[in-house]
């Protein structure tokens, strides 16, 4: 079946650009019935939507993030990665990446990866 | 962006209690939205998606309802396996937000 993992550095510095890729198995990430995304839990806290991205390149980010994020595709790898620029300690949380699929017309993430934890300090 | 607010933040249940959780959206989001299981250092797990379509693989004992702005997520007979967080998610309107999470715990 299809799965997801993270990877990437655990630590960066503040005011360096945090790098993280996911590795889709099982599945083709050019299949047309699926975006890919990235979303991030605070330490204590809940869940916060980051972008996603098409197969095609097509992204969407959330605009409280947006000046800082980029997500870019690898269909050949089958990976989708994560670039968030400038962090600082507020961007120390767990990272995930899942499939955002559209069920009954409605969106919704099916698979998830185990996520990572990024810390942000010097 | 739309607010998402679920209650109660965590309950204390037994195996077997029946479980309600809820949610509810700062505007009418109709049945744009989702359910998730959350276990410590494991993937989140879709549970119900479009407020009442139960996900493949989830079992029966799960339960979704609602439209608009308030949402219900009910555990018929709670197991050991499903003390978890569990969390809400509209998809009406992007950002995507997610509630703040409720925690059930033994």
């Known amino acids: 079946q299809v799965q997801l993992q993270e990877s990437g550095p655990g630590l960066v510095k503040p005011s360096q650009t945090l790098s993280l890729t996911c590795t889709v198995s099982?599945?083709?990430?050019?299949?047309?019935?699926?975006?890919w995304s990235w979303i991030r839990q605070h330490p204590g806290k809940g869940l916060e939507w980051i972008g996603y991205?098409?197969?095609?390149?097509?992204?969407f980010f959330n605009p409280s993030l947006k000046s800082r994020v980029t997500i870019s595709v690898d269909t050949s790898k089958n990976q989708f990665s994560l670039k968030l620029s400038s962090v600082t300690a507020a961007d120390t949380a767990v990272y995930y990446c899942?499939?955002?699929?559209?069920?009954?017309?409605?969106?919704?993430?099916?698979?998830w990866g185990q996520g990572t934890m990024v810390t942000v300090s010097s | 962006d739309i607010q998402m607010t679920q209650s109660p933040s965590s309950l204390s249940a037994s195996v077997g209690d029946r479980v309600t959780i809820t949610c509810r959206a700062s505007?009418?989001?109709?049945?744009?939205f989702n359910w998730y299981q959350h276990k410590p250092g494991r993937a989140p797990k879709l549970l119900i998606y479009a407020a009442s379509s139960l996900q493949s693989g989830v079992p029966s004992r799960f339960s979704g309802s609602g439209s608009g702005t308030d949402f219900t997520l009910t555990i018929s007979s709670l197991q050991p396996e499903d003390f978890a967080s569990y969390y809400c998610?509209?998809?009406?309107?992007?950002?995507?937000?997610f509630g703040q999470g409720t925690k059930v715990e033994i």
């Open positions: 991205i098409y197969y095609s390149g097509t992204t």
């Open positions: 998610q509209q998809t009406y309107t992007t950002p995507w937000t």
């Open positions: 099982g599945g083709s990430i050019s299949s047309g019935d699926y975006y």
């Open positions: 899942a499939r955002d699929r559209v069920g009954s017309g409605i969106r919704s993430f099916d698979i």
């Open positions: 505007q009418s989001i109709s049945s744009y």
